[in-house]
Every structure is written in C-alpha cells, then in structure tokens.
C-alpha cells in the first residue's frame, strides 16, 4: 500500500490548526485574554453579521454584509481596546468575568493559498455568569489563517454566523 505524502501533509495542517483552536479556546476560558489577542493578526477582520430569518426566494440571503449593520465589525485595535477595557474591572457587563467554555469541533480547511489557510468551524460556547445567568451560543466560523513566522497561526479574519436570528443573551460581551 503506498502512502499519499500530500494526504500526511494535510493531516499535519488539519492537526496543527486544529491545536491551534483549543489553544485558543483554553486563553479564552482561562481570561488570558492578553495571549488570545496574540493569536490575531494586526490586519484583522472580525465580523459577526446579523441573521435573518427568510422565506422563499429570500432564502441565501439571511445574513447581512460587511460594511453593513452587524453585531461586530471590528479590527485589530479595537480587539485590542475591548480586551484593555476588560482589564481595567470597568466592563460592567464582565464585571466579575462570565465563565465561559469554548467548544469548536468540524474544522475543515477548505482553501489553502501560500501561507493563508481557509478554515470552517462549528462552535458551541457555554457562558455563565453570576448566580442566575446561563447563555449558549452556537453556530459557524469561517476564519482565514496566516501562518506566522514562527509558524504558528494567526487569525486575519473570522465571521462569526450565529444559528440565532434573535439574541435573547444581556450581553455580547464574550470573545467568539
């Protein structure tokens, strides 16, 4: 039987991306919100547009587009700032910190490009937060990753698509 050398050499993407979400996923439980940010790259796009539910020929177009009302259109720097603001005890709506569990499973590279790699990911986040409140969140990433010089992985964009058309959370307030 001979071995598909491109066949290993997609495994070990699939296996070093894959490390890389739960690497990911574990800064974000633990608040180590100063390493997740190094996980970003500094032409970061981060998009979380807003759902729709459609019928008929409205159907494919549930989401709404860049440049357009959205939960989050954010860069680098303003990842940057949020993860500052959490920082400083005066982010009211973390204040203390929600716990937060971070579930990604699916991821399937579905472009590959020189050093950027298209990734899909299916993800489910559990977050409580003080005696009485308890969110999940679920649904879809779709991420471009760089590879970094020292050949670790960088998020240049992420658009989050949430299964929800109506958020029922207090707060978005969390790190998808």
Not at 139 to 152: H, I, N, P, S
């Amino acid at each position: 039987m001979s071995t598909d050398i491109r066949a290993i050499s997609d495994i070990d993407l699939w296996f070093s991306i894959t490390q890389f979400y739960s690497r990911e996923a574990r800064y974000l439980d633990d608040l180590e919100f100063d390493k997740w940010v190094g996980l970003l790259a500094e032409d970061l796009r981060y998009w979380m547009p807003i759902v729709s539910n459609r019928i008929g020929r409205g159907i494919g177009s549930e989401l709404t587009e860049r440049g357009h009302l959205a939960h989050f259109e954010d860069d680098y720097v303003s990842m940057s700032n949020r993860v500052k603001r959490l920082a400083t005890g005066r982010a009211w709506a973390e204040t203390p910190p929600g716990r937060t569990n971070h579930m990604v499973s699916n991821v399937e590279i579905v472009g590959k490009e020189n050093k950027m790699v298209q990734v899909t990911s299916k993800f489910l986040i559990y977050r409580s937060h003080m005696e009485t409140d308890q969110e999940v969140f679920s649904g879809t990433r779709k991420d471009v990753l760089r590879e970094d010089a020292d050949t670790t992985w960088k998020v240049a964009d992420r658009t989050i698509v949430l299964d929800h058309a109506v958020l029922m959370q207090k707060s978005l307030g969390i790190f998808f």
